[in-house]
């Protein structure tokens, strides 16, 4: 069985293919002028890439922001819960995933057979996300890949108090200018992150395991500081979370030919 | 007057330090004029872009870097300065410079990278009403780089970008953060960059003039900071309000207030303070 996952969204397209329950192949590119262009191109590309022809696929499943215009994809699944469920395909422990990226954060929770139960996404606003956590670094003086370790070193965390990442910036060189110690500030910033990801967790009735994917999980002191204040460990996905939405696209394809949904 | 002695006498200098929150300025003055200023912009080390600015200020004084001119610093990160003697609140430094560069001025905008205040005073210098805006920056410099940088329009082609532009949107949200988003939606509708951006220059000016009109603009008004700098900012909120805004001698706006810094130095405010480093 090979079935197909398309996934368009508002700055890339992203194709899957998975063939005997393995992923074959992916290819992402950058959204071409309209959502049937960039969902041919990558979906062309990728097939070609593999050697196989529309005909070869079994079903596809198309999401995103263009997912309703797909032409080749017999059915459309909302992003996140194609999210869910690519996640909990790769690791079926997963009840609960916190997935940071450079521009939105989102929290999703999903039931034991993958099924979206309930998410939490931010806004229009950065707060939390890997972009706000790049500025407050940069005022601080260290490359964002440092803030983790060095957090791990702070004995005084300072606080950060103010909710929106514009302020937090001007926060950070307050304390730079206090002489407060880049370690303690760092460990700030991080614990500003998890406070921002348990906020959200908050509202979600979420159980474990759970999962963290994007820029987020490379972050050792914002895991950590999670797992504390969560009293759990963290799994990392073992898949680009670009990806998440056209795998998952294409496991709720599969499932449809072996009668799951 | 004070009297001179012998032409052996070193001319007296003086220096302020002004450390926002994004940029160091420094200037040095002699007999109340200035001699030489530098300003820096910085995104972190602000005890480095003090003493950068500071020496950048000595060179351009055409003085040796290790020469030590008496310093009060000011501003956000006034306690950030190591070679300064003394500290000054910004509000009272910036007056002491308006008061120097023009007389008439009773009120006072200053918009710079990251906050945003209005304050009016009496023809002595006693600061009157006051209205400011500290949460939120959107309406400062900050705003105006961010979007700038979204839209892929660098800050010295704006006024070329605000020609091109045919018909400005009108941007609504007042959060960088929002208001990012916002443009990029414009863009994505097909508007153009120059059309968004002079929607932008547009809300800007008329969120400065709103805050300032909370309380009396005492004629004559004075614009300073960051964004005074930029004409086609500080020409659609001078439309906004109705007004034109006070003459400043030819000095840069950025610079008010580390030349009020700079004077008070010289006013005899570090008297009695410790000469040299870590005196505040």
Same mark, same amino acid.
């Given at each position: 069985?090979?079935?197909?996952?398309?996934?368009?969204?508002?700055?890339?397209?992203?194709?899957?293919?998975?063939?005997?329950?393995?992923?074959?192949?992916?290819?992402?590119?950058?959204?071409?002028?309209?959502?049937?262009?960039?969902?041919?191109?990558?979906?062309?590309?990728?097939?070609?890439?593999?050697?196989?022809?529309?005909?070869?696929?079994?079903?596809?499943?198309?999401?995103?922001?263009?997912?309703?215009?797909?032409?080749?994809?017999?059915?459309?699944?909302?992003?996140?819960?194609?999210?869910?469920?690519?996640?909990?395909?790769?690791?079926?422990?997963?009840?609960?995933?916190?997935?940071?990226?450079?521009?939105?954060?989102?929290?999703?929770?999903?039931?034991?057979?993958?099924?979206?139960?309930?998410?939490?996404?931010?806004?229009?606003?950065?707060?939390?996300?890997?972009?706000?956590?790049?500025?407050?670094?940069?005022?601080?003086?260290?490359?964002?890949?440092?803030?983790?370790?060095?957090?791990?070193?702070?004995?005084?965390?300072?606080?950060?108090?103010?909710?929106?990442?514009?302020?937090?910036?001007?926060?950070?060189?307050?304390?730079?200018?206090?002489?407060?110690?880049?370690?303690?500030?760092?460990?700030?910033?991080?614990?500003?992150?998890?406070?921002?990801?348990?906020?959200?967790?908050?509202?979600?009735?979420?159980?474990?395991?759970?999962?963290?994917?994007?820029?987020?999980?490379?972050?050792?002191?914002?895991?950590?500081?999670?797992?504390?204040?969560?009293?759990?460990?963290?799994?990392?996905?073992?898949?680009?979370?670009?990806?998440?939405?056209?795998?998952?696209?294409?496991?709720?394809?599969?499932?449809?030919?072996?009668?799951?949904? | 007057?004070?009297?001179?002695?012998?032409?052996?006498?070193?001319?007296?200098?003086?220096?302020?330090?002004?450390?926002?929150?994004?940029?160091?300025?420094?200037?040095?003055?002699?007999?109340?004029?200035?001699?030489?200023?530098?300003?820096?912009?910085?995104?972190?080390?602000?005890?480095?872009?003090?003493?950068?600015?500071?020496?950048?200020?000595?060179?351009?004084?055409?003085?040796?870097?290790?020469?030590?001119?008496?310093?009060?610093?000011?501003?956000?990160?006034?306690?950030?300065?190591?070679?300064?003697?003394?500290?000054?609140?910004?509000?009272?430094?910036?007056?002491?410079?308006?008061?120097?560069?023009?007389?008439?001025?009773?009120?006072?905008?200053?918009?710079?990278?990251?906050?945003?205040?209005?304050?009016?005073?009496?023809?002595? &210098?006693?600061? *009157?009403?006051?209205?400011? @805006? !500290?949460?939120?920056? /959107?309406? %400062?410099?900050?705003? +105006?780089?961010?979007?700038?940088?979204?839209?892929?329009?660098?800050?010295?082609?704006?006024?070329?970008?605000?020609?091109?532009?045919?018909?400005?949107?009108?941007?609504?949200?007042?959060?960088?953060?929002?208001?990012?988003?916002?443009?990029?939606?414009?863009?994505?509708?097909?508007?153009?960059?120059?059309?968004?951006?002079?929607?932008?220059?547009?809300?800007?000016?008329?969120?400065?003039?709103?805050?300032?009109?909370?309380?009396?603009?005492?004629?004559?008004?004075?614009?300073?900071?960051?964004?005074? &700098?930029?004409? *086609?900012?500080?020409?659609? @909120? !001078?439309?906004?309000? /109705?007004? %034109?805004?006070?003459? +400043?001698?030819?000095?840069?706006?950025?610079?008010?207030?580390?030349?009020?810094?700079?004077?008070?130095?010289?006013?005899?405010?570090?008297?009695?303070?410790?000469?040299?480093?870590?005196?505040?």
């Amino acid at each position: 069985m090979i079935v197909a996952g398309c996934d368009v969204g508002a700055v890339s397209a992203k194709a899957v293919v998975i063939a005997d329950g393995s992923i074959r192949g992916s290819e992402i590119i950058p959204v071409r002028p309209d959502a049937v262009q960039s969902a041919t191109e990558v979906m062309g590309l990728l097939l070609r890439k593999l050697g196989l022809s529309y005909g070869d696929i079994d079903r596809c499943v198309s999401t995103g922001y263009g997912r309703g215009v797909v032409p080749f994809a017999q059915d459309d699944v909302s992003e996140v819960s194609c999210h869910g469920r690519g996640a909990h395909w790769l690791v079926p422990g997963v009840r609960t995933i916190i997935d940071g990226g450079g521009q939105d954060c989102k929290v999703l929770c999903v039931n034991r057979r993958g099924l979206l139960r309930d998410f939490r996404m931010t806004g229009k606003c950065d707060a939390g996300t890997g972009r706000s956590m790049e500025i407050m670094a940069r005022s601080l003086g260290v490359d964002v890949s440092e803030i983790g370790p060095l957090s791990l070193r702070s004995t005084s965390p300072a606080s950060l108090v103010e909710s929106c990442s514009v302020m937090n910036e001007i926060e950070v060189k307050r304390l730079v200018v206090e002489g407060v110690d880049a370690a303690d500030i760092a460990a700030g910033i991080v614990r500003r992150i998890a406070r921002h990801v348990r906020w959200m967790l908050d509202g979600l009735d979420f159980e474990e395991d759970i999962a963290v994917s994007g820029g987020i999980a490379k972050n050792i002191g914002v895991v950590k500081q999670l797992e504390a204040m969560l009293g759990t460990r963290m799994v990392e996905l073992p898949a680009d979370p670009q990806l998440m939405g056209a795998i998952g696209a294409a496991v709720f394809a599969s499932d449809h030919l072996s009668g799951c949904a | 007057m004070r009297a001179m002695t012998g032409g052996s006498e070193r001319r007296a200098l003086y220096a302020g330090c002004d450390l926002g929150i994004s940029s160091a300025k420094v200037v040095i003055v002699s007999n109340g004029a200035i001699i030489a200023g530098e300003t820096l912009p910085y995104d972190n080390f602000p005890h480095d872009a003090a003493d950068a600015a500071m020496q950048g200020a000595l060179r351009r004084a055409g003085l040796a870097p290790d020469t030590v001119v008496p310093c009060l610093a000011t501003g956000f990160g006034d306690k950030a300065v190591r070679f300064a003697a003394g500290t000054a609140p910004h509000i009272t430094c910036l007056v002491r410079g308006l008061r120097a560069l023009n007389p008439r001025v009773r009120t006072v905008i200053d918009v710079g990278g990251h906050t945003m205040r209005v304050t009016n005073f009496s023809g002595e &210098g006693e600061l *009157l009403e006051t209205a400011f @805006v !500290e949460e939120c920056s /959107g309406a %400062t410099g900050m705003f +105006l780089e961010t979007i700038a940088q979204a839209l892929e329009i660098p800050m010295d082609e704006m006024a070329a970008a605000l020609n091109a532009a045919e018909h400005p949107v009108r941007i609504t949200n007042t959060c960088v953060v929002f208001a990012e988003s916002e443009v990029i939606s414009f863009i994505n509708e097909g508007y153009s960059r120059y059309d968004v951006f002079a929607g932008v220059i547009d809300g800007v000016a008329s969120k400065i003039g709103g805050i300032a009109r909370r309380i009396d603009l005492v004629p004559e008004v004075a614009m300073v900071g960051g964004v005074a &700098g930029n004409a *086609l900012v500080r020409g659609t @909120v !001078e439309r906004h309000l /109705g007004l %034109t805004f006070a003459d +400043l001698a030819g000095v840069h706006p950025q610079v008010v207030g580390a030349f009020g810094a700079a004077l008070l130095a010289g006013d005899g405010c570090l008297d009695g303070i410790a000469e040299g480093r870590g005196g505040v």
